[in-house]
């Protein structure tokens, strides 16, 4: 009854620039943008005719293969006429002019299709779910295509650009991967075999976009741009991409159309498909994982959906001026204080070494006063992604909770009938509130909702917190210690399969190692290599455009800079404009006297940056120093932010637009 009244009595009308035509009525067919509409299409497309596949909505496929082209046509022609009559029984119209054939393959030739006695139009290439199959499957056309995309979403980000003005490097970048990448990278995984040529095509619209976005002269190196913005080159991408993939695919269920297919790629002799390719790509590290398996797929039952453990979230900063790290650690503080003994307190860690070994901590203050806090610490045996670490800290927390109140002596202190976990992950928390995510951790959700349900019988509720890491929030740091310590234990990993989340952070920390190798051994944008040799940092960049631009001009060692501009033959000398030395980026920063006032500033405020971190010896003058303070000494990521805020302030005081 619900969906007849979901489905009857529909209208719509068109709405263009405050026209507003007239209301038609909807006899058939049900309202887009609803969640049951889709569910009910696809139930009224589910009997369609057994020929007919690959099928998305309403994109229908039947494809043949055959040695003939007389077979061919037959066995379309049947199929069409199937679903042809499969549609007049169901009063689903086809629509005969958006009907096409194609041949794939070398031969060529005509296939005569006839749908409702109209000939079907034959094409040579066709865009099927938003991508543009070519006859031979090159797809060349798809990567032009895909370049004229994100040409255009470019257009949409560069108004935002006026050259020294408007856009930070930082928005910039943050735009450029998720507004214009995804362009080029809209299911790339199955057209990743496309000729050099293509490749090309993507590295250029890459690179002319972060030049835009980042304010680099036109020929500066594109392997320098792409590590100062933090953006993985094309390839890399390419290849990252196609890894997950071929992950994704491998969760499937062994009799699954996409695992046949996947199976038959690996058949030596067979051709080089699509698949082949990603295949290939992902062979580099699985084969470093000693072909490890992965965990199925799984499929959310309704239970897990409507299970009833209800879990709460307490904002212990609300409606307080936040930001300050002191105000935040004295909040956590009066909170603590304000719990403790009253609910059972409990902080969480999680821990994940380079080679995805992790571990979970727990530290529990019990309701006693005067009982020592409980220490709780595990170590994973099979391979496991941090976001999976913190999760499995909080669930150690539930269980340990479950223990702890199994002696009923305590149960009845527990005066708030509340268990506060406090963990320093935010993603972990909403993973578990908003069960999101819920197919990929569905062993440690399991976890939960039966520790929660146990907890609830004793009237105990379930309630979760976010602290700031690293804030000297005395039990957070001790869960953290533990989590640590733990690890050292080394566990041998077991070959048990492991989750999908876990392949994906051990993929792109694979893929971030390769691209460390071709930065190291790129022969371009070596000044940059000498301040910055790690990839995969994220950079901080000043909120105004032009000290930015001056900034990533800087590392790129190619400014305005009179020694600079002679290099490149702009300039007929490489001395000051004073008359002092050669101006490079030493003089500007260190020499010239024309800059001598806002250079005893900078001096004197990296020089007390430089006592406040304890340590010992003189602090070495170097424009790396200024540039890059995190790779040239040990300072702590707040001090490195603090030296370049000194720097770019330097920078805007001297005027220069460099
Ligand atoms: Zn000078």
């Given amino acids: 009854m619900y969906l007849v009244n979901f489905l009857s009595g ?40 057994r020929c007919i596949r690959p099928k998305f909505a309403d994109d229908l496929v039947g494809s043949t293969v055959a040695k003939d082209l007389a077979t061919v046509q037959t066995m379309l022609q049947t199929a069409l006429d199937e679903l042809s009559a499969w549609s007049d029984t169901w009063e689903m ?21 006839t749908l409702h006695g109209e000939a079907v139009e034959q094409v040579d290439c066709i865009k099927y779910l938003g991508v543009w199959l070519d006859k031979n499957l ?10 004229s995309k994100a040409t255009k979403a470019a257009w949409k980000v560069n108004r935002l650009i006026e050259g020294r003005k408007g856009l930070t490097p930082k928005t910039g ?65 390419i290849q990252q991409l196609c890894t997950l993939e071929y992950t994704r695919l491998k969760q499937k269920p062994q009799d699954s159309h996409l695992q046949l297919l996947l199976k038959q790629a690996l058949v030596p002799e067979s051709s080089f498909t699509p698949m082949r390719f990603l295949c290939y790509q992902a062979k580099r590290i699985h084969d470093m994982f000693d072909h490890m398996e992965i965990v199925p797929e799984h499929k959310i039952e309704a239970e897990e959906i409507l299970s009833d453990g209800r879990i709460d979230y307490i904002d212990i900063f609300r409606g307080n001026d936040a930001c300050k790290t002191p105000a935040l650690h004295d909040q956590v503080a009066a909170f603590i204080t304000r719990h403790r003994y009253e609910s059972l307190l409990a902080f969480t860690d999680g821990a994940v070494n380079d080679f995805g070994r992790g571990s979970s901590a727990v530290v529990m203050l ?38 702890y109140f199994e002696d009923s002596a305590v149960k009845s202190k527990a005066k708030q009938g509340q268990l506060i976990i406090l963990s320093d992950c935010k993603s972990a928390i909403k993973c578990i509130l908003r069960r999101s995510v819920m197919h990929h951790h569905h062993e440690l959700m399991a976890r939960i909702r ?75 944008g070596r000044a940059t290599y000498d301040v910055m040799q790690a990839v995969g940092n994220r950079l901080t960049f000043p909120q105004n455009r032009n000290v930015a631009i001056s900034y990533v001009r800087l590392l790129l060692n190619d400014t305005t800079l009179r020694e600079h501009q002679y290099r490149m033959g702009l300039a007929d000398t490489k001395i000051c404009d004073n008359n002092d030395g050669i101006e490079d980026a030493y003089h500007f920063f260190f020499q010239c006297s024309r800059y001598s006032d806002i250079r005893t500033e900078l001096k004197q405020e990296i020089q007390s940056i430089w006592t406040d971190s304890g340590r ?43």
């Fill in 10 to 49: 529909r209208q719509a009308r068109i709405n263009v620039n405050d026209l507003i035509g007239d209301w038609i009525k909807s006899e058939r067919g049900t309202s887009a943008g609803t969640v049951l509409g889709a569910l009910l299409f696809l139930s009224y497309v589910q009997d369609t005719p």
């Fill in 138 to 147: 090159t797809f060349l056309q798809q990567a032009e295509y895909a370049v």
């Fill in 616 to 658: 010992n010896g003189s602090l070495r003058w170097s424009v790396a120093l200024l540039l890059a303070p995190s790779t040239v000494t040990a300072f702590t990521k707040l001090q490195s932010r603090a030296v370049l805020a000194a720097t770019f302030k330097f920078i805007q005081q001297s005027g220069r637009f460099l």
């Fill in 450 to 524: 039966s520790s929660v349900r146990e907890l609830r019988d004793w009237n105990i509720r379930v309630v979760l917190a976010w602290i700031p890491s690293h804030s000297d929030i005395l039990f957070n740091e001790k869960a953290d210690f533990l989590a640590r310590q733990a690890l050292q234990e080394l566990p041998t990993v077991s070959k048990t399969p492991f989750t999908f989340p876990t392949w994906k952070s051990l993929t792109v920390r694979q893929m971030t190692q390769c691209w460390q190798i071709r930065w190291d051994r790129s022969t371009t």
């Fill in 173 to 237: 970048t943050v735009l450029y991967k998720c507004l214009i990448r995804p362009c080029w990278e809209f299911s790339i995984a199955a057209w990743a075999n496309l000729p050099e040529k293509g490749i090309r095509l993507l590295e250029q619209v890459q690179a002319r976009c972060l030049r835009t976005i980042m304010g680099t002269k036109s020929h500066a190196a594109t392997d320098a741009i792409e590590v100062i913005a933090n953006v993985m080159p094309v390839r890399l991408r």
């Fill in 93 to 113: 119209t086809l629509n005969t002019s958006k009907t096409k054939v194609m041949l794939f393959g070398s031969s060529s030739g005509t296939v005569n299709l």
């Fill in 366 to 403: 019990p309701l006693e006063s005067g009982t020592p806090e409980i220490e709780v610490k595990r170590v994973h045996t099979t391979l496991i992604s941090s976001l999976e670490a913190e999760i499995a800290a909080l669930v150690l927390a539930m269980e340990q909770a479950i223990i």
